[in-house]
């Protein structure tokens, strides 16, 4: 088969670009305007979720043009950036993107009106093609042709079935095979495998490189029907499966008469510098499955090679597929195979071996980082060491998530305009699978960059590697980051581990909590600190999306009893601001799931009491919309109001004011927790004003509870004047109060998170007395050291309290889950009294915590007042 000339080729393609009128170097095919999407439609009815995962990460790049090892984007100034590709289609480009001589032969003999379907006829191309797979797998095979590589392995399974009557598969542990349903079944990774459990063939799984646990495995399996195995494992981390193994289990084979079948999808045609990886680890396989490579890129093409000896008449016609064997598909296989001559083997090989050695060496030099390097020729794996990562939040949490490797190929591709993907199974292995077309220079440029990823990682250098995903400031054509480049040392506790007789021997009480707002970033990761608001901001939002419970370092609290409880707080690494967000656009789904992730881990973790608090709580209805597992849940706000008016009463004897001749105004008066103080401080004061916030039903409900009480209600903050003593217990994430709002010489209890009264306010006005209505002092004075917790040590959140009060009492009380009440709130009172639980002092005015520039002011400040 000829390739055409040069000449032929672009007189072919100006035919094509007259028709569409577009010029060969944009996306010719597809650069029209029904294929155009704003932003708001993108990626709305493809893969929706996994569009949004990639887009935070900054992997979701839309290449328009392709060429040998690279592929370009336009940025979002409207210019292309070029990047290096290693992934090269899945291990599919081993010819690089739009290969001359293949994308020729396609333009050939799609303009030469060949014929591409003819079912249930001879076709020469489909022989030929057969032919030369049998040829240079070096046997005699009968070939059936299929469409991609989890069809191959389908129908070696079906053929298995039918050639040995058998009905177990035996496979290694770390497979991957594909993911329609049978070869699921051969699959390693529960993640795919779970959601589809469906039983049909039965699969016996052998650990890699045990000689042992083969054997055993082969004694004992229940009529065996083949054996499934990949020479290097591609998805489960390039993984090479050792020679001796391998020859003991082709002998194993040969002995129980099964098919030793190995899957060459990826591994096959070149890639790992032999025309196949079984043949260079010693043994022959009965059937031999390719795929990927064979298409050149272009076609969607794989094949099942089987020994001619096993091969079953029947299975012609018991097979089929309609798209399988067409003309197209077989010529442009048959000219890959033509490409693949020695000279291309050898330059996998060389080049292969040339960046292995390379990729070794930065082992060497960056242990920290680099736990392990892998494979063969040009199917190389750098495997990251997880444990590297003790010292930063960020890190730690990305890794927990299982997204540290996609999370490295953000940084690859932002920072260096390189292409590299996780393995599927093993997240934190990349892999490296360039083209043959690579040169030397590019891989010394894959060296730098990854030498670069190291020094980050080794020097913990959060802001350097985190630096991208704020959103394309970092990225090429946006100029320099705008992250500072200052190094610090982070400085985050790893999780200390009690002892297994410690940690049972207490109750164990977990606390689900929030970020205040962006400015708590520093106090999770320290070397954030340099950030402005508008960038912690940003960089919290961009993790949103992975959200999920963190836990955080166990606290042993003591009561005054002699009692003693562990407090295990579980961060959810998201912002105040985010989960109104949502709440307001009615997404509890989200949230609910959100919640209940923190319980289930509450519960793994062996909690018998969660403690929810701020929007935790309100999400949940104060806990009624989750699960609790067996546990006892509590929302928090019932101690939260008893400190409210435990605060209120003191500072008006401290202020020598009676209540009768004041006036309460209780801005969040809706809420749990301020309609509560309410109904309890109503009777109390001369006046009671409730504020609502005038949004959706606020005034319906305000309206309701102050006839019920005898109250006054407004919507309008300006209400607030009258009042000489102010309650706030919003869940505004605004600071909506200010100084005009305030009478003169009014006091103000804070009990909001994030508070409700801004900070210049309370500079401005020195007639304010402020107080932080729901911090209770410990008693033996405990240091959460909880970082977002910006307290001092010995002080606590009264809905973190509450948890550790309820734990202390010892039973499970499910009656403080939904709406406090005023019965509530005194049984919590006396229970704290018991604990030797006290209100904080406060005849001195805290200053409102969120409003710190961060954690270490915030904890000196309060400190001076502690
Ligand atoms: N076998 C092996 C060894 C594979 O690596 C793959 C796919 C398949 C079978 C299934 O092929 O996707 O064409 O049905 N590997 C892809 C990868 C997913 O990431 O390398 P398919």
Redesign the pocket.
Same mark, same amino acid.
């Given at each position: 088969m000829d390739i055409c000339r040069e000449d032929e080729r672009r007189t072919l393609l100006s035919s094509y670009d007259d028709t569409i009128g577009a010029g060969p170097s944009r996306s010719i095919f597809y650069d029209d305007a029904t294929t155009k999407r704003d932003d708001q439609t993108r990626g709305a009815h493809h893969k929706p979720n996994l569009l949004e995962l990639l887009r935070t990460i900054g992997l979701d790049n839309d290449y328009h043009r392709a060429q040998g090892d690279r592929i370009y984007y336009f940025d979002e100034l409207g210019r292309e950036i070029e990047v290096l590709d290693l992934v090269s289609g899945?291990?599919t480009l081993l010819f690089g993107h739009n290969h001359p001589d293949l994308t020729n032969e396609a333009i050939r003999f799609l303009a030469s009106a060949s014929c591409n379907h003819a079912q249930g006829s001879a076709s020469s191309l489909a022989d030929s093609l057969a032919a030369e797979l049998s040829r240079r797998a070096e046997g005699d095979f009968c070939v059936t042709f299929g469409?991609?590589?989890? /069809?191959?392995?389908e129908a070696a399974m079906k053929h298995a079935l039918l050639e040995t009557g058998g009905q177990t598969f035996m496979t290694l542990d770390g497979?991957?095979?594909?993911?329609?349903l049978g070869?699921l079944q051969l699959?390693s990774s529960p993640i795919f495998r779970q959601p589809f459990g469906v039983r049909g063939v039965q699969v016996e799984r052998v650990s890699v490189n045990n000689v042992r646990n083969l054997e055993a495995a082969f004694a004992h399996v229940h009529r065996p029907a083949g054996f499934f195995f990949?020479p290097i494992?591609?998805?489960g981390g390039i993984r090479q499966v050792r020679r001796e193994f391998l020859r003991r289990i082709a002998e194993l084979c040969a002995e129980h008469r099964i098919p030793l079948i190995a899957? /060459?999808?990826?591994?096959g045609l070149g890639r790992t510098g032999t025309y196949l990886a079984s043949h260079a680890l010693g043994v022959r396989p009965d059937y031999i499955?390719v795929?990927?490579a064979l298409g050149g890129g272009i076609a969607?093409i794989?094949a099942v090679l089987i020994d001619r000896l096993r091969y079953r008449a029947e299975f012609d016609v018991l097979h089929s597929s309609t798209f399988a064997n067409d003309g197209f598909s077989c010529a442009i296989g048959l000219k890959t195979l033509k490409m693949l001559d020695d000279e291309t083997l050898e330059s996998c090989r060389e080049k292969g071996a040339w960046l292995k050695r390379r990729l070794q060496a930065l082992k060497k030099k960056y242990p920290a980082a680099i736990t392990n390097v892998r494979g063969m020729g040009l199917m190389l794996g750098v495997e990251l060491r997880k444990s590297a990562l003790p010292d930063s939040f960020v890190l730690r949490f990305l890794a927990a998530r299982d997204l540290l490797g996609l999370f490295v190929a953000g940084y690859l591709l932002n920072v260096h305009q390189i292409r590299v993907?996780p393995?599927?199974s093993d997240s934190t292995t990349l892999?490296i699978q360039p083209s043959v077309l690579i040169q030397y220079e590019s891989m010394h440029r894959i060296v730098a960059a990854l030498e670069d990823l190291c020094v980050r990682l080794q020097r913990r250098d959060i802001v350097g590697l985190t630096a991208f995903l704020l959103q394309g400031d970092a990225r090429p054509g946006r100029g320099a980051p705008i992250w500072p480049s200052r190094k610090r040392t982070v400085t985050f506790r790893p999780s200390r581990q009690p002892t297994a007789a410690a940690a049972f021997s207490l109750r164990r009480v977990a606390w689900l909590f929030h970020l205040n707002d962006a400015d708590d970033l520093p106090s999770l990761e320290p070397s954030l600190q340099d950030l402005d608001q508008a960038n912690r901001k940003r960089f919290l939002d961009s993790i949103a999306p992975f959200a999920m419970p963190v836990a955080m370092d166990r606290v042993e609290i003591r009561s005054g009893t002699g009692d003693r409880v562990q407090l295990q707080p579980l961060l959810l690494p998201v912002t105040s601001r985010w989960l109104k967000f949502h709440f307001e656009r009615r997404r509890f789904r989200k949230l609910r799931t959100l919640v209940q992730q923190g319980i289930d881990v509450a519960f793994g973790l062996g909690c018998e009491f969660v403690s929810l608090g701020q929007f935790t709580s309100i999400v949940t209805r104060h806990g009624r919309n989750v699960s609790p597992q067996g546990m006892s849940i509590t929302s928090g706000n019932s101690f939260s109001a008893a400190l409210a008016v435990n605060a209120v009463q003191s500072v008006l004897a401290g202020h020598g004011l009676v209540s009768t001749d004041c006036t309460l105004a209780i801005v969040g008066a809706t809420g749990d927790i301020g309609r509560v103080c309410a109904e309890i401080l109503a009777p109390e004061f001369r006046k009671l004003i409730l504020i609502g916030s005038g949004r959706q039903n606020s005034a319906r409900r305000l309206k309701h509870i102050a006839r019920r009480i005898g109250a006054d209600w407004s919507c309008d903050l300006m209400a607030v004047r009258a009042a000489n003593i102010v309650i706030c217990a919003t869940n505004a994430v605004d600071l909506p109060l200010t100084e005009v709002h305030l009478a003169n010489a009014a006091i103000v209890c804070d009990v909001s998170m994030p508070a409700t009264l801004d900070r210049s306010t309370i500079r401005q006005r020195s007639d304010l007395s402020v107080l932080r209505g729901s911090v209770v002092r410990l008693p033996f004075n405990e240091e959460l050291g909880i970082p977002g917790l910006p307290l001092p040590p010995g002080y606590a959140y009264g809905c973190l309290a509450e948890g550790i009060l309820l734990a202390l009492e010892g039973f499970p009380d499910m009656s403080f889950v939904g709406r406090s009440s005023v019965c509530k709130v005194n049984r919590m009172e006396s229970i704290a009294r018991r604990h030797g639980f006290l209100p904080a002092d406060r005849t001195t005015p805290l200053p409102v915590v969120r409003m710190m520039q961060d954690c270490n002011h915030v904890s000196s400040d309060l400190r001076r007042f502690a």
């Open positions: 899945y291990g469409n991609s590589g989890a /069809e191959a392995v497979a991957f095979h594909g993911k329609t070869a699959t990949e494992q591609g998805e899957d /060459e999808c990826q591994t499955i795929s990927k969607k794989s993907a393995t599927l892999r």
